[in-house]
Structure formats: C-alpha cells, structure tokens
C-alpha cells in the first residue's frame, strides 16, 4: 500500500507562485515508477498536470503548464513537489497527486495507482 498526502495549496493572486508538496510512505512506495499531478476544476474533468519518473527523474509537462510549472522530486524524503509560478485563475482546482507501480508477470504487465486526498489551489484575477 502507499499513502500519499499533498499540502501547500492556498489562496493567490494571478501572476503569484504556490509550491506544492506530496509525501508518500508505505510498504510498496520503493517500487514506484513514476508519480505525477492531476488536477480537477469544478465542473470538469480530472486532467493531467505533469509527471516524473521516480528513479531517472525525466518529467513530462501538459501544454498548458509548461514553462510555468516545474515537477521536482526528493528520493531520500520520499517527497514530489510542484512548483507553480505565474498562476492564473484557469490553473484553479484541487490538485491531486499520483503514484504508479508497476506488476511484472510472466507473459503479463499491470499497474496500481495511488490517490492522494487533494489540496485546493485557487488563483484571484
């Protein structure tokens, strides 16, 4: 199992940073692959926000962050950040973040993914 808790999310003007924090822990985290963002806004759906492999560090960005957002992730403190910069009230939702672990068979491949709770980010015109 892994536990995943986020924080850092907040009330900011446009134009302001957030930092956001994911603190994973549990007896399956080791074998994490990859963990990533998501966030929902009101009245939409869940959607991709960016993502890191756990041990090379490779990020990935949706189009719509890029340049302003930056994923980071700290291996010793089982830790993944977002570092949101030149917000807008567009960037407004509850930010979810990710992990994914892979299950190897014989012959087979699945994964198991893990929520965390959500923070609330929200960005004043």
């Known amino acids: 199992q892994v536990q995943l808790v986020e924080s850092g999310g907040g009330l900011v003007q446009a134009g302001g940073s957030l930092r956001l924090s994911c603190a994973a822990s549990?007896?399956?985290?080791?074998?994490?692959?990859?963990m990533a963002w998501f966030r929902q806004a009101p009245g939409k759906e869940r959607e991709f926000v960016a993502a890191?492999?756990?041990?090379?560090?490779?990020?990935h960005y949706a189009d719509s962050v890029k340049g302003r957002f930056t994923i980071s992730r700290d291996n010793a403190k089982n830790t993944m950040y977002l570092q949101m910069n030149s917000l807008k009230p567009e960037d407004t939702a509850v930010y979810y973040c990710?992990?994914?672990?892979?299950?190897?068979?014989?012959?087979?491949?699945?994964?198991?993914?893990?929520w965390g709770q959500g923070t609330q980010v929200t960005v004043s015109s």
């Open positions: 549990g007896r399956t985290f080791s074998r994490t692959a990859a």
């Open positions: 890191i492999q756990w041990s090379g560090g490779s990020t």
């Open positions: 990710q992990s994914t672990i892979p299950e190897y068979g014989s012959g087979s491949y699945s994964h198991t993914d893990y």
